[in-house]
């Protein structure tokens, strides 16, 4: 069974504070999503990353992979309110007819005005 | 309008009482997969279905079993509900192809109470 553990598991911050929440694994995966879900709704994916050291952006936030392709990291810059969620990691590994995708169990952001 | 949809949005039902949990997508995508969701458990694949004759079990099926009714259907059902499957339920579909195959889209989610 592959682990994802994510850091840190709550975080409360300041509006307008940088902050970046930690996605680790001994697994190698064959990419690398992030989520965000708020009270109430499910789960929506903000990015995926397939490349050993790739780095997204959108908007305020950065995604980067890992160079091995174990971890991953989400960087906020200047949270707003509008942050505050439960983001969720998940990675995939592919194998011939079969299916693998492991979820994180998340860090919940609450950022305060 | 959304493009996965579930019914109910909220059930409490009494232990012992079958439940059907139902899930239906305008997206087009072929894979659709039910996961719950607990408090410091995260998320956990329940049955997934690569297409309307493929139906497969997950991490934690037992106690549960499903229908892929079309490709834009796919129902969860408990047959014998107890305590323990108290959860928020999800459905979620994603597309076929390397690139985005394992990109999931969710439902709003079923909160059932099992008492």
């Known amino acids: 069974t592959q682990l994802l553990e994510q850091s840190p598991q709550f975080l409360s911050i300041q509006e307008g504070e940088n902050l970046t929440v930690y996605c680790n694994s001994s697994s190698v995966f064959s990419s690398l999503q992030w989520y965000r879900q708020e009270p109430g709704e499910g789960p929506v994916l903000l990015v995926t990353?397939?490349?050993?050291?790739e780095v997204k952006k959108l908007k305020r936030l950065t995604f980067q992979f890992g160079d091995a392709r174990k971890d991953s990291s989400l960087h906020i810059t200047a949270a707003q309110p509008g942050d505050t969620g439960l983001y969720l990691c998940?990675?995939?590994?592919?194998?011939?007819?079969?299916?693998?995708?492991?979820f994180g169990k998340g860090t919940k952001l609450s950022v305060i005005p | 309008d959304a493009d996965v949809t579930q019914t109910p949005r909220n059930r409490i039902t009494k232990t012992g009482k079958r439940i059907m949990l139902e899930c239906s997508q305008t997206k087009g995508h072929d894979r659709m997969y039910w996961y719950r969701q607990d408090p410091g458990l995260g998320l956990r694949l329940i049955y997934y279905?690569?297409?309307?004759?493929?139906?497969n079990k997950g991490e934690i099926s037992d106690g549960y079993s499903v229908s892929r009714q079309a490709q834009a259907k796919f129902s969860l059902s408990l047959e014998s509900a107890i305590p323990n499957q108290t959860a928020l339920y999800f459905c979620?579909?994603?597309?076929?192809?390397?690139?985005?195959?394992?990109?999931?889209?969710f439902g709003p989610g079923t909160r059932l109470t099992v008492t």
């Open positions: 990353v397939v490349t050993g050291g």
């Open positions: 279905s690569f297409d309307v004759k493929d139906i």
């Open positions: 998940a990675g995939a590994t592919s194998g011939a007819g079969s299916y693998q995708l492991t």
């Open positions: 979620a579909t994603s597309a076929t192809g390397t690139g985005s195959s394992y990109e999931q889209y």
